[in-house]
Every structure is written in C-alpha cells, then in structure tokens.
T-cell receptor
Framework: AQSVTQPDIHITVSEGASLELRCNYS??????LFWYVQSPGQGLQLLLK??????LVQGIKGFEAEFKRSQSSFNLRKPSVHWSDAAEYFC????????????FGRGTSLIVHP | GAGVSQSPRYKVAKRGQDVALRCDPI?????LFWYQQALGQGPEFLTY????????KSGLPSDRFFAERPEGSVSTLKIQRTQQEDSAVYLC???????????????FGPGTRLTVL
C-alpha cells in the first residue's frame, strides 16, 4: 500500500526566506505525486504534480518540487516566502494504474513571520 | 457555480443522530469524491462516483456511512447514528472525468465541519 510521510508538523520561516517542505513516499512503482495547499476554511488547491519526465516540477504561486527516486522524496520548495503562503501543505501519492485517488500525508503547517 | 460548494459548512450533532452532508460539484464534472479529514490529519478517501455510479466505496469506515448521487450531479453523504469519532471535516471534490481516461485535477470544496457531541 502507498503511504506518505511529512516529517515536519510545523515549519516557521521569515517572510522573504527560502522554504523547503519535506515529503517521503512509499510505493512499489513510479508514483504519481502531488502537493496541495489548504488555507483556513478553504478546500485543498493543487500546487503541482509529478507523473513522469523532468524530475523538477514547476507549480503555481512560485512553488517547485523535485522528485528523487533514490531518496523516495518529493520536497516542495520556494525561494522567497510571502506572508500569504501561511497555510497547511499536504503531500500526496496517487496509485498508478488509473485510480489517481491520492493518499495524503498528515500535512505541514507553515507559519510565516513578518 | 464557480466552484465546488458544500452545505452546511458547520454541523453539530448529538451522538446517535443522523446527518446529511451535501456537495454541489462543478457543473459538467463527471467524477465526485468524498474525503474525511480528522483534526491534524490529511484527508482520507471515502468514496467516489462517476456520474451516478458509485465505483469505489472502499474508504467508508462503517455501514453507518452512505453516499449517493442519484442524478449524477449533487451528492449527499449520510452518516447514521453518529459517534464522536465521526467528528471531522468532510471534503468533497469533483473532476471532469474519471481516471482510466487520463488524469483530471480534482477541485475541492471548502468542507463541512461535523462535530458530534
């Protein structure tokens, strides 16, 4: 069965600083990988996804993620964080073979200091 | 509408009551998904529909949970005899079509926060 580990429950950064959120997955084949963001009282919004090809994926809002098969990781990065980026971030893995239904990690809460 | 809507946004139920949660997907979206998000956790898949057909209900935690989408549009998640462990945010998502024909992004609603006392 597929699973996702987000080892950091909370991350605090200063506005303007760089950001990296960690994600490790467990899956027997090449997975489909996703990052979602959830702001308070809002539904989840897809930031980016990886299915195949270039292992560095660009997403919305200036985010990017890199798929590293050797480390079973799919870390999310942003070079300069804005206060509006404060939210909950979820990494997810989707099964290959057609279902695409994601299995989510428990999330990382991003706190941005002015 | 412009996005997925869910109602009510908040629901408080006494233990043992039945509740019904509604999801209005984006117009034209064939696939509809329900997730349960416990406090401090990521969403967990409950069930999904393609049009009116419920193709996967493997995530429903017990037979007290029932979902329907009779006309292939609006969906209702019903929980009978609610228990305290049912307290969670219930998220609905829709997408243009199901997998098998290729990936389509799921668009999520704001969720219904259910509190069972």
């Amino acid at each position: 069965a597929q699973s996702v580990t987000q080892p950091d429950i909370h991350i605090t950064v200063s506005e303007g600083a760089s950001l990296e959120l960690r994600c490790n997955y467990s899956y027997g084949a090449t997975p489909y990988l996703f990052w979602y963001v959830q702001s308070p009282g809002q539904g989840l919004q897809l930031l980016l996804k990886y299915f195949s090809g270039d292992t560095l994926v660009q997403g919305i809002k200036g985010f990017e993620a890199e798929f590293k098969r050797s480390q079973s990781s799919f870390n999310l990065r942003k070079p300069s964080v804005h206060w509006s980026d404060a939210a909950e971030y979820f990494c997810a893995v989707g099964a290959t073979g057609g279902s695409y239904i994601p299995t989510f990690g428990r999330g990382t809460s991003l706190i941005v200091h002015p | 509408g412009a996005g997925v809507s869910q109602s009510p946004r908040y629901k408080v139920a006494k233990r043992g009551q039945d509740v019904a949660l509604r999801c209005d997907p984006i117009s034209g979206h064939v696939s509809l998904f329900w997730y349960q998000q416990a406090l401090g956790q990521g969403p967990e898949f409950l069930t999904y529909f393609q049009n009116e057909a419920q193709l996967d209900k493997s995530g429903l935690p017990s037979d007290r949970f029932f979902a329907e989408r009779p006309e292939g549009s609006v969906s209702t998640l019903k929980i009978q005899r609610t228990q305290q462990e049912d307290s969670a945010v219930y998220l609905c998502a829709s997408s243009l079509r199901t997998s098998g024909g290729g990936y389509n992004e799921q668009f999520f609603g704001p969720g219904t926060r259910l509190t069972v006392l």
